[in-house]
């Protein structure tokens, strides 16, 4: 009877021992990545890898895009809810909506304006709270995109700008392009567009009251849209500039602005950074230092266009 005893112990010993090891160990980390598309992710991978992560190896991603800016909130209480190690945004829309969402989940942006005015951190320097990231410093360059716009076809009197009415930004967006095109002694129309059947509408505008050239504002639902936007410039001969390099890369005529890619990919590194044990509130904002101008030539021919040599120099890149 005690052998028996003895061997039942035994046998339960056996099968519980691995049960401990087994919990301890760690849980591969989740990241959540919510945003407009999937544009930037790539980039955003580069920078875990190059600090030891790679997805699906020692780090899951879970994705969550939508280009309707009024279902950010949900998805990101949704990830918040999955209890993700880290929330990784790209657009300041996700970033609000991430910072509602959660206080206590380090969240890592990566926007086009100042991070202290939408009360994302407390301070550039020394952030605060459990959010940091990257200032892509979109919106502060209007003066010389209008400025090159008019080097680059000086004879225009109105320049259409498009703008998205739901980006937190539109009204500063709007108001800086308005002192741009005072400073250039030119007139601009502000044309609203949110979705794929309003950038259609703004378009019809534009041909309709016969604008000149289009400037189109930074919004990530844009840049997501870029070959739509570039598609109608084509094919009503609308000379336009961007804020992106990769609108320039599938056709469009010109960009000026941040490497976004290479910021996204910095923004990949802190989130590698916060995962080996850092605090968002220690991590200072990085902020862009190097601006590019694309010039898409084989367009300008399209267009009739001949672009000035001081542009030509100037350029980072000119497409053939």
């Given at each position: 009877?005690?052998?028996?005893?003895?061997?039942?112990?035994?046998?339960?010993?056996?099968?519980?021992?691995?049960?401990?090891?087994?919990?301890?160990?760690?849980?591969?980390?989740?990241?959540?990545?919510?945003?407009?598309?999937?544009?930037?992710?790539?980039?955003?991978r580069q920078g875990l890898?190059?600090?030891?992560?790679?997805?699906?190896?020692?780090?899951?991603?879970?994705?969550?895009?939508?280009?309707?800016?009024?279902?950010?909130?949900?998805?990101?209480?949704?990830?918040?809810?999955?209890?993700?190690?880290?929330?990784?945004?790209?657009?300041?829309?996700?970033?609000?909506?991430?910072?509602?969402?959660?206080?206590?989940?380090?969240?890592?942006?990566?926007?086009?304006?100042?991070?202290?005015?939408?009360?994302?951190?407390?301070?550039?320097?020394?952030?605060?709270?459990?959010?940091?990231?990257?200032?892509?410093?979109?919106?502060?360059?209007?003066?010389?995109?209008?400025?090159?716009?008019?080097?680059?076809?000086?004879?225009?009197?109105?320049?259409?700008?498009?703008?998205?009415?739901?980006?937190?930004?539109?009204?500063?967006q709007s108001s800086d392009?308005?002192?741009?095109?005072?400073?250039?002694?030119?007139?601009?129309?502000?044309?609203?567009?949110?979705?794929?059947?309003?950038?259609?509408?703004?378009?019809?505008?534009?041909?309709?009251?016969?604008?000149?050239?289009?400037?189109?504002?930074?919004?990530?639902?844009?840049?997501?849209?870029?070959?739509?936007?570039?598609?109608?410039?084509?094919?009503?001969?609308?000379?336009?500039?961007?804020?992106?390099?990769?609108?320039?890369?599938?056709?469009?005529?010109?960009?000026?602005?941040?490497?976004?890619?290479?910021?996204?990919?910095?923004?990949?590194?802190?989130?590698?950074?916060?995962?080996?044990?850092?605090?968002?509130?220690?991590?200072?904002?990085?902020?862009?230092?190097?601006?590019?101008?694309?010039?898409?030539?084989?367009?300008?021919?399209?267009?009739?266009?001949?672009?000035?040599?001081?542009?030509?120099?100037?350029?980072?890149?000119?497409?053939?």
């Open positions: 009877m005690q052998r028996r005893k003895f061997i039942t112990l035994l046998a339960g010993v056996t099968v519980t021992w691995p049960l401990p090891a087994l919990a301890q160990q760690p849980a591969m980390p989740v990241i959540a990545y919510l945003g407009v598309s999937d544009s930037d992710a790539s980039a955003f890898g190059e600090a030891g992560f790679v997805d699906g190896k020692s780090v899951l991603i879970e994705y969550r895009f939508t280009k309707d800016y009024s279902r950010m909130p949900d998805l990101a209480a949704e990830l918040v809810h999955r209890h993700v190690a880290v929330i990784a945004t790209a657009s300041t829309q996700a970033a609000l909506a991430a910072k509602t969402a959660t206080s206590t989940i380090p969240i890592v942006f990566a926007i086009g304006d100042d991070p202290v005015k939408f009360g994302l951190v407390a301070a550039i320097n020394h952030p605060g709270g459990n959010a940091t990231g990257v200032n892509l410093v979109a919106i502060d360059l209007e003066a010389k995109r209008m400025g090159t716009l008019r080097e680059l076809v000086p004879a225009i009197g109105t320049i259409g700008v498009l703008v998205n009415p739901k980006n937190p930004s539109a009204a500063k392009i308005q002192d741009a095109a005072r400073a250039v002694e030119r007139q601009i129309l502000i044309l609203n567009a949110e979705d794929e059947q309003e950038i259609e509408r703004a378009f019809a505008t534009l041909v309709q009251q016969k604008i000149g050239a289009l400037a189109v504002a930074g919004d990530t639902m844009f840049a997501a849209r870029r070959i739509q936007i570039v598609t109608l410039a084509a094919r009503y001969s609308i000379p336009t500039i961007y804020q992106r390099k990769e609108f320039a890369e599938v056709g469009g005529l010109i960009s000026y602005g941040t490497d976004y890619s290479e910021m996204v990919r910095q923004q990949g590194l802190y989130v590698a950074r916060i995962l080996k044990g850092e605090r968002p509130a220690d991590l200072p904002i990085m902020q862009s230092t190097r601006f590019e101008l694309f010039i898409n030539l084989k367009t300008a021919k399209a267009l009739g266009l001949t672009v000035p040599q001081s542009l030509l120099v100037a350029a980072d890149k000119v497409i053939e």
